[in-house]
């Protein structure tokens, strides 16, 4: 089974939420890493939680992108390691160049919290496998910047390779290219996503419909 | 600097009466510096002058309750060896004045007061009021304080879950904002403010002091006239990223046994701060100002004294345990500073570049603070109303109610807002009477709900006081929670008008009431006063927030129906027109009496309904409010996606009055069997009635026209995403 950790920016705020997912699927907590550590060893999968990381102040991600531990994220990645990024960890998985694009301010200049249908581009990766390929899937979104945006060339790239993870099947709220909610990096060992399957995972909070990522990954 | 004297003394808000106080028990003309302490700490923000011997009045006590008014929130025991922590508070005046940084820095400042005494805050909510929708202005307000409440809550990962809100010309030059903030600790790491140990270190922790909101508590205790807009650099600007370092820096030095108190800097900041923690521990306090954190130069003493500077707190901590604390501090990229030690003068002295700036008694500075006994004249009872004609029917009423501005959907509102961080939102808004909130790792969650009709306030207060703390007790109820406490947001004009008073009096009265009668003590609150522009005062506001206890999550209920459920009406309908919404949006009348507040029928039919719940029988469960029995049926059927086909209005009662009448202590239940409901209210001497049952796509009357509820959606969604589009 992967060892998991996730990684702690100042003014990260869904850590708690990340944690409880993995640990649902996973059967035993992941481990949190401080930013300013920089020995990933050990680790098999980083995941960057949401949040507002430096208080998204500069741009989303930008500062977190250059903290200690994301040099160490790159080395890890360089390795073939598997990387989550959610929301702010999206934001910044993109600005340290992890991934490909950028989020821009949502096209309506207002937060969005509300859920939203994902459909599944493909299966057949260690994050997708618990899915069927074209199912939709619920997933509260919460972001003020998830405008998901590159140049053609990069979006027909991605589209071309299938590094398109997830799109939005009920509509697109925030303006993002293509309707992209997720991307891959090449290798596809590294998801970037803007809207939040581990906060429903629990029948409690209205569905389980975020469940099978983690189960994938624990699958893994 | 200006000369001391009583000029001085004015235009910082002291009355003459009040100046000879401070002359006395300084026995010499104050300071610059500390007239500046004298007159915020005897602001009516700070001091609650005016409100002080009504608000003593009030039920406090009960088991559960831990610590009642007097701390920075109110805690109650919730079972499992945790505690709720919870306050409202208002941030009107600045919201009006500037509505983003307002409305941010509300939610800021009740964050503080309920994670300074230990809790992680785990869910916010807000009452808010706003003026006519017709004008620019209002727009402009709910822009600002919409946009100001999410970008801090979202940003500090605590979720917004819940609130209310409601319009009127009143509230044109006087928008309400009250922000409520609950969160959870072990009932055995709860932390206070009163400081001790003579000698021990004084701690500046968080952002640095600037010349922001110099005087914010004396502006929030005057009325506004048309230069209002000048006193925007009394407004504070929030930073929510330092406040949530500083949240998690708190909590982990929680963990450790370094802090003896702790208080955050809010309303007149150092000041307020240093004068109750010290003047709660019976010790005095020396600060030293020249190691406060300062973002600018040149700050004189009266200026950090004062200054409104937001994400600060102060904490008196272990000598040993002071290099620790600074470590834990300094992880969270956060300023850490010793100013000062607590002495055994019973004095706060104020030394600043060696010369000592204020030098004052803390017993007589709130011993001896000015507290009015304010003339009261009542306001006179409304007559009932008199009987009504309908001249719209059924459909046109119905369509015309759920898009008006009171009761159209708020989603354009809390679609701005973070409602799912943290992973243990149950109910997120409209989707049952309360918000519910699990405590991670337990089964448990808490209901919580902010609730007032001050139209009913405006008519009588002392039903619209009863009538607000038992709506927030229903809807805690109509979820299946059991309602344990309320914190209270009292929005009144100025106090030194008997009219205005004597609503504060009525209100507190009615209040009171309830809270006996339904064993719903009040626990924490909050007073604004001077709500009136060029002498216009709002509408009496006694907003309520409260808190009740699920101890099976699994059972929490929502209003949302589904087919094949029938639905059962309990209480008794009069059909009480008089101040509803229909008599408003119908026939353009503001008029009668509010509905008859029963608390012996509130309680009955209360606790008949709860227990129905948690036997597992109830599918859905609404109460009924604004716009009365055909509205929530609406708000039913649509947070369901299921019609509902009616029985005809009984005929005793005018057909309007049964289905928009507003009476009180009324729910509608969804159940499959409504023979037993039927049967064990009956037996109960509880009024119960089946209405009608659940299926289709549209809301049918027998023997008039459905109404699909596309067109119900429609008129329901369309009103805020219209006004902001």
Redesign the interface.
């Known amino acids: 089974m992967l060892q998991t950790g996730i990684l702690l920016f100042p003014g990260i705020n869904r850590e708690r939420d990340m944690a409880i997912a993995v640990e649902q699927s996973f059967g035993r907590a992941p481990k949190m890493i401080w930013h300013k550590e920089t020995d990933l060893s050990g680790i098999d999968l980083v995941i960057i939680p949401g949040g507002f990381s430096f208080g998204d102040y500069l741009r989303c991600g930008a500062m977190a992108a250059q903290s200690p531990v994301m040099q160490a994220v790159k080395a890890h990645a360089a390795r073939g390691g598997y990387v989550l990024g959610v929301c702010n960890g999206f934001q910044i998985l993109t600005e340290a160049g992890l991934l490909p694009g950028a989020l821009l301010r949502n096209a309506g200049l207002r937060f969005l919290s509300m859920d939203t249908m994902l459909r599944v581009e493909r299966n057949d990766t260690i994050f997708t496998s618990h899915y069927q390929k074209g199912q939709v899937f619920r997933a509260p979104m919460a972001h003020g910047d998830g405008n998901y945006t590159a140049d053609p060339a990069t979006l027909d790239r991605l589209e071309g390779e299938g590094l398109v993870a997830f799109r939005y099947a009920d509509g697109n709220r925030n303006g993002s290219a293509r309707d992209i909610a997720g991307i891959y990096s090449e290798n596809r060992r590294i998801l970037g996503l803007m809207p939040h399957p581990e906060d429903l995972v629990d029948p409690l909070m209205g569905g389980i419909d975020g469940k099978p990522l983690f189960d994938s990954l624990a699958a893994a | 600097m200006k000369p001391v004297n009583i000029e001085l003394a004015k235009s910082f808000g002291l009355n003459a009466e009040e100046y000879a106080k401070v002359l006395e028990i300084m026995g010499r003309t104050p300071s610059f510096t500390e007239l500046g302490i004298f007159s915020v700490m005897w602001s009516e923000h700070c001091s609650y002058k005016s409100s002080r011997v009504w608000l003593k009045t009030l039920p406090t006590k009960a088991p559960w309750v831990i610590h009642g008014p007097g701390e920075n929130a109110g805690v109650i025991d919730i079972g499992e060896g945790l505690a709720a922590i919870f306050k409202m508070e208002s941030h009107n005046h600045p919201s009006f004045i500037e509505p983003y940084q307002g409305a941010a820095t509300g939610v800021g400042g009740i964050l503080r007061d309920v994670f300074t005494m230990g809790a992680r805050p785990i869910a916010n909510l807000n009452a808010l009021r706003f003026g006519d929708p017709k004008l620019p202005v209002t727009k402009r307000v709910v822009d600002g304080v919409v ?1 100001g409440i ?2 801090y809550g ?4 605590v979720p917004t879950v819940g609130g209310e809100v409601n319009f009127h010309p009143a509230y044109n030059g006087n928008p309400l904002v009250n922000a409520m903030t609950v969160g959870i600790a072990a009932t055995d790491k709860i932390f206070l403010s009163a400081a001790a140990g003579i000698g021990n270190p004084v701690v500046y922790v968080g952002s640095k002091t600037g010349r922001d909101g110099i005087h914010g508590a004396t502006m929030a205790s005057t009325e506004f006239d048309a230069n209002s807009a000048e006193k925007r650099p009394t407004v504070q600007v929030g ?4 406040e ?2 500083l949240i998690e820096a708190c909590l982990e030095l929680m963990q450790t046994d370094a802090i003896v108190a702790i208080q955050d800097m809010g309303a007149a900041g150092l000041t307020s701060s240093s004068v109750e923690m010290a003047g709660k521990g019976g010790v005095g306090i020396e600060l030293t100002l020249d190691n406060v954190p300062q973002r600018e130069t040149g700050m004189t003493a009266y200026e950090m004294m004062l200054s409104e500077s937001q994400e600060r707190m102060l904490l008196v901590l272990k000598p040993e345990r002071s290099d620790m604390a600074r470590a834990i501090i300094e992880k ?2 956060l300023d850490y500073a010793i100013i000062g030690k607590i002495t055994d003068t019973g004095r706060i002295v104020i030394t600043h570049k060696g010369v000592v700036e204020a030098d004052i008694p803390l017993a007589p500075l709130s011993d001896e603070a000015p507290l009015y006994h304010r003339p009261i004249i009542e306001t006179p009872k409304p007559a009932r109303l008199r009987e009504t004609h309908d001249p719209v029917g059924f459909e046109v009423a119905l369509l015309k109610l759920i898009g008006c501005p009171d009761l159209a959907s708020r989603r354009w509102i ?13 109910k ?1 808004p409209a989707q049952a009477d309360a918000a519910i909130v ?1 405590l ?1 790792g337990t089964n448990r969650a808490l209901a919580i709900t902010t609730d007032c009709t001050p139209r009913y306030c405006a008519a009588d207060a002392e039903a619209g006081g009863a009538q607000a703390v038992a709506e927030a007790w229903r809807n805690i109820t109509a979820t299946g929670a059991v309602p344990l406490a309320v914190t209270d947001n009292m929005n009144f004009g100025n106090p030194e008008k008997p009219e205005i008073m004597g609503q504060f009096a009525a209100a507190i009265k009615g209040m009171g009431a309830a809270c006996l009668a339904l064993d719903f003590p009040v626990v924490s609150g909050n007073v604004s006063l001077y709500n009136e522009t060029e002498g216009k005062a709002i509408l009496p506001t006694p907003a309520i927030g409260a808190v009740g206890v699920l101890a099976d ?2 059972l ?1 209920t929502g209003i949302a129906i589904a087919p094949g459920q029938e639905l059962v009406l309990i209480g008794e309908t009069k059909g009480e027109l008089g101040q509803s919404l229909w008599l408003r949006e119908i026939l353009g009348a503001e008029d009668g009496a509010p509905p008859e507040v029963n608390l012996l029928n509130e309680r009955e039919n209360g606790d008949f309904v709860r227990a129905q719940i948690l036997s597992g029988a109830v599918k859905a469960c609404h109460d009924l409010s604004d716009g009365g029995l055909a509205v929530a049926l609406t708000e039913m059927a649509l947070a369901g996606d299921t019609g509902i086909i009616l029985h005809p209005a009984p005929p005793h009662l005018p057909a309007h009055a049964y289905w928009f009448g507003e009476d009180q202590a009324r729910y509608v239940l969804a159940v499959t069997n409504p023979h037993d409901i039927l049967t064990a209210a009956h037996a109960a001497g509880i009024p119960a009635r089946h209405i009608g049952h659940t299926g289709g796509n549209s809301l049918t009357l027998a023997g008039s026209n459905s109404i699909s509820l596309a067109s119900l959606r429609d008129a329901n969604e369309g009103f805020f995403p219209a006004w902001f589009a």
């Open positions: 946009r999410g970008g979202n940003c500090v990962g930073d929510p990223f330092t949530k370092l969270w990229d809390f679609d701005q807002y973070d409602s799912t961080v943290g992973g243990q939102t149950v997120r699990r991670e999550v699994s929490a």
